[in-house]
């Protein structure tokens, strides 16, 4: 039987040393001759040995031909490969809260730092090069480090300012979330539209005079020049100190930036959330029993808020993807040091959700393609999607229907307090929103299993299994 074809890894496109793919559960990456001779140098140095042992850089070896499982016809295009640790659910930036986005820029000037006084350095700085491993931003990319040659420049500076830096600034100095600006330009914020953004007394703010201002004159000054700025810098005695002072000037501004975020209508849910203590724990109990009725892989918690669910959700399962529309509710379930590491924490808007996009539309995945749920939650989120949204209620059954086999999803009544405030000062055109609609566009797909009424049958939790889904196995009651 002939091998099954690797699976590309699109975000590795416009890698021209190397390219990623992904067979048999197992990550490999094929690299050029020049940057496999790169790797060779630097596995045998300390300082990468220690960024891979402290678990900054993802654990990757090589391997040989004779250890090779991909394809021949894939092994013949690169002189060589290295196999990666996998990364359990891939993110991009534009899903990051501010203080994910902060630790990675950290790490990316960490890395720099070690490079550069070890005779290396990164030829790239792309927050697409580093992941989420629990709390803990680790970064992906190998044959990025490369042999530093005397008198060049780091030449990722401009790419860190615009896909780290500038972002950052966005959300600290302006309070605009940074996510739909990283989204809507694969390269970030260009250092041009930084300018733009950034009015006069924005220049007395940290940074931004020097990285934002004198940065976006000298482009508009140099940028159409044909003058060699590498061999300019070289003849001018250029050196790697003069490196070092700009990226550790750089990790001490990053470090002072702070998202002074104001409250949110729902960041602060656990607080002003309408359970009675014994509704509130009815619902736990529900949840905790649909979990450990099965075995779980991977679990989504859409619209987590803070996460009090997906921690229960954690307990038993292998990986939790908690996402919610609401950036500082995100954020705080991020900066949470008990929450547990094999939840990762993502802003995501179901009704906008991360589309498939970049080069052909295959450089960046929808979430879908990278996380596939064994089950997924949906506890006090219905009367968002299809009123404040305006997704009819049969949608949202479809795409969840597609989406998993089993799920946990709550409806709350036109009664409740939270659907009052919702359509107080909206025409009421959802005639489809309704517990007999939600049961019978359940109906259409999944078995309700069990089924709770809480806060006196203003809310209600369901059970819904997949008729082909392990039938056999009962619900909670």
């Known amino acids: 039987m002939s091998n099954p074809t690797a699976v590309v890894n699109p975000g590795s496109f416009r890698d021209r040393d190397g390219r990623v793919y992904h067979f048999q559960e197992r990550i490999f990456r094929g690299l050029s001759e020049s940057a496999l001779e790169n790797f060779h140098q630097l596995q045998d140095k300390a300082f990468y040995t220690r960024l891979v042992e402290s678990g900054k850089v993802i654990g990757t070896r090589e391997i040989s031909a004779a250890q090779n499982p991909l394809p021949d016809d894939v092994q013949a295009q690169w002189a060589g490969f290295l196999e990666h640790d996998p990364v359990a659910v891939i993110s991009y930036p534009y899903e990051w809260t501010f203080s994910m986005l902060k630790a990675a820029a950290s790490l990316q000037l960490h890395l720099v730092e070690r490079a550069i006084s070890n005779g290396f350095t990164l030829k790239d700085a792309s927050p697409?090069?580093?992941?989420?491993?629990?709390?803990?931003?680790?970064?992906?990319?190998?044959?990025?480090?490369?042999?530093?040659?005397?008198?060049?420049?780091?030449?990722?500076?401009?790419?860190?300012?615009?896909?780290?830096?500038?972002?950052?600034?966005?959300?600290?100095?302006?309070?605009?979330?940074?996510?739909?600006?990283?989204?809507?330009a694969i390269n970030?914020?260009?250092?041009?539209?930084?300018?733009?953004?950034?009015?006069?007394?924005?220049?007395?703010?940290k940074g931004v005079l020097s990285h934002v201002w004198l940065q976006a004159k000298l482009d508009r000054r140099y940028g159409g020049s044909s003058e060699n700025v590498r061999s300019s810098l070289k003849s001018a005695g250029f050196n790697h100190e003069l490196i070092l002072v700009n990226v550790r000037k750089l990790q001490k501004l990053v470090g002072r930036l702070d998202w002074q975020a104001r409250?949110?209508?729902?960041?602060?849910?656990?607080?002003?959330?309408?359970?009675?203590?014994?509704?509130?724990?009815?619902?736990?109990?529900?949840?905790?029993?649909?979990?450990?009725?099965?075995?779980?892989?991977?679990?989504?918690?859409?619209?987590?808020?803070?996460?009090?669910?997906?921690r229960i959700a954690a307990v038993e399962c292998r990986q939790v993807v908690s996402m919610d529309v609401d950036h500082l509710?995100?954020?705080?379930?991020?900066?949470?040091?008990?929450?547990?590491?094999?939840?990762?924490?993502?802003?995501?808007?179901?009704?906008?959700?991360?589309?498939?996009?970049?080069?052909?539309?295959?450089?960046?995945?929808?979430?879908?393609?990278?996380?596939?749920?064994?089950?997924?939650?949906?506890?006090?989120?219905?009367?968002?999607?299809?009123?404040?949204?305006?997704?009819?209620?049969?949608?949202?059954i479809d795409w969840l229907a597609g989406l998993t086999d089993k799920l946990v999803i709550e409806y709350v009544s036109r009664k409740d307090d939270k659907v009052k405030t919702l359509l107080r000062n909206k025409e009421d055109k959802y005639q489809d929103y309704s517990r007999a609609s939600l049961q019978a566009n359940l109906g259409r797909y999944f078995d309700i299993r069990a089924q709770q009424d809480v806060n006196n049958g203003d809310r209600s939790l369901y059970l819904c299994v997949k008729p082909t889904s392990s039938s056999g196995t009962t619900g909670p009651g």
């Open 128 to 184: 697409y090069n580093i992941q989420f491993v629990g709390h803990k931003a680790v970064f992906i990319d190998i044959p990025s480090f490369e042999p530093l040659r005397q008198g060049e420049p780091w030449s990722g500076y401009r790419q860190f300012c615009e896909m780290f830096l500038f972002p950052l600034f966005l959300q600290a100095y302006k309070g605009c979330d940074f996510q739909p600006f990283m989204r809507a």
């Open 188 to 205: 970030g914020v260009d250092v041009q539209a930084a300018a733009a953004l950034f009015g006069f007394r924005d220049r007395f703010r």
């Open 263 to 310: 409250g949110s209508e729902w960041g602060d849910y656990t607080e002003f959330h309408n359970y009675s203590d014994a509704d509130h724990r009815s619902k736990e109990n529900f949840v905790r029993a649909a979990i450990n009725t099965w075995k779980l892989d991977t679990v989504w918690d859409i619209g987590c808020n803070t996460g009090q669910f997906s």
């Open 329 to 396: 509710a995100v954020e705080r379930l991020y900066l949470d040091k008990d929450t547990p590491d094999n939840i990762l924490p993502l802003v995501q808007n179901i009704a906008d959700p991360s589309p498939n996009w970049g080069w052909r539309n295959r450089e960046r995945s929808d979430l879908q393609t990278r996380s596939r749920p064994d089950l997924v939650m949906c506890l006090a989120l219905i009367h968002h999607v299809v009123i404040t949204a305006n997704i009819p209620l049969a949608e949202f």
